[in-house]
Nanobody, 124 residues
Framework: QVQLVESGGGLVQAGGSLRLSCAASGRTFSTYAMGWFRQAPGKERELVAAISSSGFMTYYTDSVKGRFTISRDNAKNTVYLQMNSLKPEDTAVYVC?????????????????WGQGTQVTVSS
């Protein structure tokens, strides 16, 4: 069983930055691929970024490429999402998820554990 706890959300002006963290319990964190999803009101859940268990492979959805960076520290059981140049359309609840697969996973159904989410609000 893996428990995930996100932090770092908040209210920021357009153009600003936030760093989200997701702390995981358990001793198997380094074997899990991790993903950051977001869901805005009235929209479908979207995979924003993902990282393989080793950290060598990453994925970004097109709308955040060049602005967001996903990383992980397996010694600290933590995955991060650095978000720069934020836009109002980035406003959403951001949720981290863990997959028992080592490689990057793109479908929500491939993720086994989910956090509660953290709100990110970007004002114009």
């Amino acid at each position: 069983q893996v428990q995930l706890v996100e932090s770092g959300g908040g209210l920021v002006q357009a153009g600003g930055s936030l760093r989200l963290s997701c702390a995981a319990s358990g001793r198997t964190f380094s074997t899990y691929a991790m993903g950051w999803f977001r869901q805005a009101p009235g929209k479908e859940r979207e995979l924003v970024a993902a990282i393989s268990s080793s950290g060598f492979m990453t994925y970004y959805t097109d709308s955040v490429k060049g602005r967001f960076t996903i990383s992980r520290d397996n010694a600290k059981n933590t995955v991060y999402l650095q978000m720069n140049s934020l836009k109002p359309e980035d406003t959403a609840v951001y949720v981290c998820a863990a997959s028992r697969y080592a490689n990057i996973q793109y479908r929500p159904g491939a993720y086994d554990y989910w956090g509660q989410g953290t709100q990110v609000t970007v004002s114009s």
